[in-house]
C-alpha cells in the first residue's frame, strides 16, 4: 500500500474515533492558549457586536461566549472562524435551523469554554460594501484590524483561526504574513492548487465573467446548489433553506474575488511559509478539495505539529453536515492539544 492509501485510512479511522465522547470533551477545560479557567457553563451565552476599520470601511464582528467578560477574570483561549466565497460570518458559523439541532459553530465552542469570534468580511453580511471584489487578499488585509481587536479586547497576544473554504485560504495566506498573531489554525475544505476539483474545473468556464465583473448571482437556488453538488444525502435540507433566509437579506449578489482567485490565480498560501501549528481538515467527498492537493500542501508544512484528517460521510460544506459532530471533535482536540515536552 502506498503512503497516501496508508495515511487516508488511519486519518478516516482517528476521524471515526470517540465521536460517542463529544458531549464530554466539549465540557472540558480548554488547555491552549496558556491555563486557562473554564468558561462557567450553567451561565448563558453572551453575544456582542464590534466594529473595526480598514481604512474607510467598516467591518462587523459578532462575539460569543458562555457569560459577560468580567473584570480581572482568567482569559479564555479565543477562536476567530474566517467565512467563505458565498456566505457571511453569522450564517456560516452561528446558524439556527429550525427542528434541525444544533449548527452554530460558536454556541458549540462558546460552551466548551472558548470565546469565539468571527467577521463579515468586505461586501458581505453587515460589513461596509465598496467596489472591489473581495478577492483573497482583501480578505488578510480585513483579518488585519480584526485580529488586532479582538487582541486588544481581550488582553491576549495570540489566537486560534479556523476558516473554511476560500475562508480557510484567507486565514492560511493571514498566518503567513502574521504568524506571531497564530496560536493553532485550522484550515477546512482548504484548497492548494485546485489540482482534481471538478467544481473549480466548472467554475473556470466562468472565467472570463470573474474577470470582469465584481459581482455574482446569489439567489435561492444557487444557495440549495451549495447542498447537492456533491452527491446527495450529506446535508439536511432544511439548513439551505435556513441559509437562503438570512443570506437573500443582503440581496442577490456576492462578490466574485474569491472565485477569480481559486480559478486562475492558486495557490494562494505556501506551505513552507506557514510556520504554526496546522490541522487541515477535508470531508471525503469534496468536489472542491481533491486528496492529492491537501496531502501536496500537507507534507510541505514545516511544523511538525500538525494533522490531515478525512471526515467520513462529508462533502465540502462540512461546518453543515450531518456529521458535523466529528469535525467539532477533531477540532476541539486539536485546539486542545497539550503542549509538546522540549527534548
Known sequence: MDELAIARRTMLKSAGLGVGLMSGLLSAAPKAQAQTAAAPLSEEIWS???????????????????????????????????????NSARSSFDLTVPGGGEYSLMNVFARSGFDVWTLDHENYGYSGRTDGNSDIASGVEDLKPATELILRETGLSKLHMCGTSSGAIRAGAYAMVQPERIDRLVLVAFTYKGANSPTLSRRAEQLAHYRTHNRRLRDRAMIRSIFTRDGAGQYDPRVAEALADFELQFGDQIPTGTYLDMTANLPLVDPAKLTVPVLLLRGEHDGIASMDDLYDFYKQL??????????????????????RHMFWHMMHGFLTLPAPVAS
Open 302 to 323: 514545516p511544523n511538525g505539529d500538525k494533522q490531515f484528517v478525512v471526515l467520513p460521510n462529508v462533502a465540502h460544506s462540512v461546518v453543515f453536515s450531518k456529521n
Open 48 to 86: 456582542s457586536e464590534y466594529w473595526a476599520n480598514k481604512g474607510g470601511v467598516r467591518l462587523n464582528l459578532w462575539r460569543k461566549r458562555v457569560g459577560a467578560p468580567k473584570a480581572g477574570e482568567p482569559p479564555r483561549p479565543v477562536l476567530l472562524l474566517v467565512h467563505g466565497s458565498s
